[in-house]
């Protein structure tokens, strides 16, 4: 299934919002080079999921199409605060079409999907993570805000919002207390990596089978840009740079950074095409015209 985890990263004075997931598909057989985070045609927020494809991957391309639809949502006029409300009226809109039910039952499937929906919203001016689910007592897709731990010291401020299986959330939860504690953050200071370092640790251990493949990590900055960042997977040594999931291939260049996963601090540059390479590229582009 899924362990995504969104959180604010702040770094001196600099703040961004740090999405990341890992990227396997499970149903009889692992998939792992998938995306579950989705950039929306507007610079400032994505949308990932956890759950079941079938209810997935419908709703979300429906959330890209939506916007497409309405000036408004991509021009960004409409604040992230407002987007929230029409993907989930979208939702709800959509699964209002559901037709064809078994003999006997009156009512669709309840979706067995969440999403986070993650960005800058420039009307409050902060960075902002709702997790839009199914309630069952309403009918319908509602939304609760990602919240800051308590406990901290004045000026601490810790954002995270976790979405998947309940026992990888659990196990990622309970990891990350104990390395805060390690290293004395527990109620001081703010968010680094730390997250993706209990997501890359639990993917690497296997045990959760539910998880697995690259991290996928997309980062949103206070300038109201996201981008996708690359990460060497399964390390560094190895050369091969994952995007939203999927493991270039040797033609295949990201514009972005991209991250070591045993020291997530800081991203290199994109690692240059080399000759033969830039040449295989040249060939298959030719071959495709």
Do not use: C
Not at 25 to 39: C, E, H, R, T, Y
Not at 187 to 212: N, Q
């Amino acid at each position: 299934m899924t362990l995504g985890i969104a959180w604010l990263r702040t770094i001196g004075g600099v703040r961004e919002l740090v999405i990341a997931s890992d990227s396997r598909l499970s149903g009889g057989q692992f998939w792992d080079a998938n995306p579950k985070i989705m950039l929306l045609p507007r610079s400032d927020a994505v949308l990932s999921f956890a759950g079941s494809t079938s209810d997935a991957y419908p709703l979300m391309l429906q959330a890209y199409n939506s916007i497409r639809m309405h000036p408004p949502a991509s021009s960004r006029a409409l604040d992230l605060e407002d987007l929230k409300g029409h993907l989930i009226r979208m939702f709800n809109h959509s699964r209002s079409f559901i037709s064809g039910l078994p003999h006997g039952q009156i009512a669709p499937d309840e979706p067995e999907a969440l999403f986070m929906l993650s960005g800058y919203s420039w009307k409050k001016k902060a960075f902002r993570v709702w997790t839009l689910h199914y309630d069952r007592s309403l009918h319908g897709f509602t939304f609760r805000p990602a919240k800051e731990w308590g406990g901290q010291t004045v000026g601490s401020a810790k954002l995270i919002a976790y979405a998947g299986d309940e026992g990888p959330v659990q196990a990622a939860k309970a990891e990350l207390v104990s390395l805060l504690r390690h290293r004395a953050k527990l109620t001081e200071g703010s968010f680094d990596m730390e997250p993706f370092e209990v997501l890359r640790d639990l993917i690497r251990s296997g045990a959760h089978p539910s998880i697995g493949g690259p991290v996928q990590v997309v980062k949103i900055y206070e300038h109201a840009n996201a981008v996708p960042v690359g990460v060497y997977w399964p390390d560094k040594k190895s050369g091969t740079v994952s995007v939203l999931g999927r493991p270039l291939m040797s033609y295949e260049k990201t514009q972005w950074g991209v991250l070591d996963p045993d020291a997530p601090a800081r991203a290199y540059p994109a690692p240059a095409l080399d000759n033969a390479t830039s040449e295989e590229s040249t060939g298959n582009q030719a071959a495709a015209e």
